[in-house]
């Protein structure tokens, strides 16, 4: 193959690689003064009060669950379009994930589908939702802190595909996702393909001060050094695990990383946002259904994806041509270990006609314009068959 498409790729530049050598000469390697200046950074550029780094996204989810109180008999709405550690957080505390349709148009959970679930069960059955910002595309989260206040549960974010991103509120005030306005807590990741990348990452952001402070024990193997904190105090060496945490923190050298990405985050957002506009504008004439946008919403696009007819067609076809479209997701109820919870594809007719259709083409700031071209070509030359 003369040209091979990923749909997605990391983009890293000379003064990425700058930032992480700097680290590697210093005296820090693991957690130290590049994360502590990562969280001010990040939480600065999404508008919440506290960001605490951590290795990966599913760390991020697994903490976020932790300290809500997730544990066995709690029951979690979330979407079967994610990937599936949105909801394994859940089962890792021994909780029990429930699933809601998603919305056909623009591919998020569907809020109406919660409130049914949420109507029709006795007061209490469900402690939180977890919706998610599939594609970058932003989820009302002032509609779902209503419904949540209403029913009296806790939100999680997943803005991993969505740094940057907003929607405006009721009062016509643009909120970024994650800022911690709406939901309880939000989680990101730093995966090379995302828009910000450290390798393996992830950060939690809330306007929280309480879980704030639980999350840095908990990253931590529960472990506090705070003399203010300690029950006891035998000297400067002392310290104490208050709870059983983890070692979910991340290093000095990855923070560096994402630290230098996200000084360029608005600029690969930008791009996104032209890359998408140049695939819609390609596809408008064709019959490629695509997800809806809304006026009050600017979607970061982490995705480009498109619903055709004989999607396994299709993505055979662009293999041939060196273009490696992808998938997703494939819905949580095909999933073995899930099976067993009895969900059926009846039950979820919009994320089973979704997922019967969807493909993800490539998406990244570092996309050419020929090779953009190159991949909408070898698209319409199959639809137009």
Known sequence: MSRIIPY????????DIQSVVNVLRSDFLTQGPKVAEFEEAFAGYIGSKYAVAVSSGTAALHLSASVLGVQSGVKVITSPIT????????EYCGGDIVLADIDPDTYLLDIKHVEALLGKAPIGTYKGIIPVDLTGNPVNMEAYRKLADKYNVWLIEDACHAPG???ID???IPQKCGNGTFSDLAIF???PVKHIASGEGGMITTNNSDLYEKLLMLRTHGITKQPNRLNEDHGG????MQMLGYNYRLTDFQAALALSQLKRADEGLNKRSDIANIYDRAFSDYSIV?????DFKSNAYHLYIIEVENRKELYDHLRTKGIFAQVHYIP???MPYYQHKGWKKKDYPHAEGYYSKCLSLPMYPSLTESDQQYVIESVLEFVGK
């Open 8 to 15: 997605g790729r990391q983009h890293i530049t000379e003064e």
């Open 83 to 90: 990937f599936a550690a949105t909801a394994n957080c859940i």
């Open 165 to 167: 991103a907003y929607f």
């Open 170 to 172: 009721l009062k016509g």
């Open 189 to 191: 990741s730093f995966h």
């Open 237 to 240: 060496w002392y310290y104490e």
């Open 290 to 294: 695509r997800q809806t946008r809304d």
């Open 332 to 334: 949580l109820y095909y």
